[in-house]
């Protein structure tokens, strides 16, 4: 089955417990529908670069699955229904990366991305 890679963000005034029960929820979805999460990660309430329906920050959450493309219309069909979810991206990808995302590493553990050019 191909994978996928979804990072969603929820309202702000949501508890923590609500944001993650909100995983678990889209989690069920999937999995009614032929799908799996291969991995879930709760990145917590972060401020965003601009205002969502007059919010200026959100719960983080982001799955990793394996599931068939009509599972994830129907997932994210249903995420656009849902109140508290403002926004959500999803990315077909070809294998999914070993280890925690980038969000959850420390910043020493990620390494330099990019070498610092001195500037004219």
Same mark, same amino acid.
Request: hydrophobic share 35%.
């Given at each position: 089955?191909? $994978?996928? #890679? =979804?990072?969603?963000?929820?309202?702000? &005034?949501?508890?923590?417990?609500?944001? +993650? !029960? $909100?995983? #678990? =929820?889209?989690?069920?979805?999937?999995? &009614?529908?032929?799908?799996?999460?291969? +991995? !879930?990660?709760?990145?917590?309430?972060?401020?965003?670069?601009?205002?969502?329906?007059?919010?200026?920050?959100?719960?983080?959450?982001?799955?990793?699955?394996?599931?068939?493309?009509?599972?994830?219309?129907?997932?994210?069909?249903?995420?656009?229904?849902?109140?508290?979810?403002?926004?959500?991206?999803?990315?077909?990808?070809?294998?999914?990366?070993?280890?925690?995302?980038?969000?959850?590493?420390?910043?020493?553990?990620?390494?330099?991305?990019?070498?610092?050019?001195?500037?004219?």
């Amino acid at each position: 089955m191909p $994978l996928y #890679e =979804h990072v969603f963000i929820s309202r702000q &005034d949501l508890s923590n417990a609500q944001a +993650e !029960s $909100l995983v #678990e =929820h889209f989690s069920t979805v999937l999995a &009614d529908n032929g799908g799996k999460v291969v +991995e !879930s990660e709760y990145w917590g309430v972060k401020t965003m670069a601009y205002k969502i329906n007059k919010n200026r920050k959100g719960h983080y959450a982001f799955l990793r699955t394996d599931s068939p493309a009509p599972a994830v219309k129907e997932m994210e069909r249903l995420m656009g229904l849902h109140d508290d979810v403002m926004r959500v991206l999803t990315i077909k990808v070809d294998q999914h990366a070993e280890g925690p995302s980038i969000q959850m590493q420390k910043r020493e553990e990620r390494g330099d991305r990019r070498e610092r050019r001195p500037r004219d």
